[in-house]
């Protein structure tokens, strides 16, 4: 606990730190000129006089919105790699195009009879099925990334097996000309794999270029061997805005989710472990991502902008919030083992160690719902996945039962019309 203070102390002061030197820059044209000095070398930029002009002119800004945003919300934001970008070059970081979105959503409920409800938390990181974060650069391929994410995940779900997977694969063949940096949807580019015979290379195979190629399916080692796409199923629509949906399904694997970038976005730091809720009203997504984690206070969400953004970029978003659009459009590929063994060893795993530490098992509920099935103890199956919930309502020494339920002759607690 002492550990944990002095890290949050640290990252505050830190904070603390920055949000001086932020509002020095704003009080000195001097000081703004410095940090905007110190920005250039430490992004490697170089630019025109001309151009640099236009360019301190963005990063004042910058600079003022973060410093509003740090005095408004519980989450961090920093100056960071877009703090000097056009909104015609920050959205090429960007891709998703919803006009393609034109099917009818296709929900299927992930639980089934042996799953009560969804863990309270869940960790697809820790579970080792969460590759490293890579970076679309300015090509607008954040579907294809947050697609293959979520194949990744699933793939390493099935067979045991983690791949990287090629996205420029994805980008280059799914649409007639190759034409993917314009934009594009999850499920197109799950179903090109699909109908390419169910083949796709990995990224080591077919590297991430950034940009439009030409489409290449000649590779003949594919990466997703030991299993068959069935289809992509989509949970969600503009219509059907449920985070329970989304959280069913993620207990289950990653999944490709959307959100509507707004400015704020941009500049999210988190390093401190900071949960993102920005309320400003936003329209339909921009961006897909792949969710890989939750616990009853965030979803973790992995981007594809790099490490350097966000909280090594990662961002938790929090639960029981719909702003910027977020479970408007969730969805995953539904995979079937292909009858042959993948024996390839896994590809490295992500390095982000943000998340928060649960504890261990023995006594601890592992399904969201259990004070609404406390009173249902006397059974095995609610027993084991309410540890923490049958054992105040079972072994407590003031005989005081969940609130609703009393205790019946039994000794169990339930609703009294259960007695």
Partial sequence: MMKMFCLFALFALAASNDDMM????????????????????????????AEERMRLKIFQKSVQEVAELNSKHNWH???????????????????????????????TPRLTSSNLAAPASKSWIKEGAVTEVKNQGSCGSCWAFGALGSLEGQYKSLTGVLRQMSEENVLDCTYPGGNGCNGGWM???????KNNQNKLASMADYPYQGSDGTCDTSNTNNVIKGAVIDRYIELSTTSNLNEMTTINALAQGPLS?????????YSYDGKNGDIYDDSTMAGFPNHALTAVAYTSKYILIKNSWGKSWGDDGYIKVARNWYGCAMHMYVGYPSLSKSGITDNSPSDPVTHYTGEDDDGGDEDKDVVGNCPLLAPYCDMDRIKGACAKSCGACTDDNDGSCPGGTTRCSDGVCRHIHMC
């Fill in 187 to 193: 499920k197109d580019g799950i179903n090109f794999i």
């Fill in 257 to 265: 989710v959307t959100i509507k970038v707004i400015s704020s976005f």
């Fill in 22 to 49: 932020l509002s020095a820059a704003l009080n000195s044209p001097r000081q703004m000129a410095n940090l905007y000095s110190s920005f250039e070398k430490s992004h490697g930029r170089h630019y025109e006089p």
């Fill in 77 to 107: 934001s920093v100056i960071n790699d877009f703090s000097d970008k056009t909104e015609e070059e920050k959205r090429s970081y960007l891709g998703l195009n919803i006009s393609r979105a034109m099917s009818p959503p296709s929900l």
